[in-house]
């Protein structure tokens, strides 16, 4: 709980949702990520 409230819940009222996305990350949201992990993961398994 430590490290969501000290780099999400502190700032979420005074900033923008991208703001505090890359502020925790230190990155823009990115999908990319999430679709290369479900290709990895179910890509061999359905033969995709």
């Not at 409230?5 to 925790?24: C, K, W, Y």
Request: some cysteine; overall charge negative; charged content about 20%.
């Amino acid at each position: 709980m430590g490290w969501l409230r000290d780099n999400v819940h502190r700032h979420a009222s005074a900033l923008t949702p991208n703001e505090v996305i890359r502020g925790a990350c230190g990155q823009d949201l990115n999908h990319q990520p999430f679709l290369d992990y479900l290709w990895d993961k179910f890509g061999g398994l359905y033969g995709l």
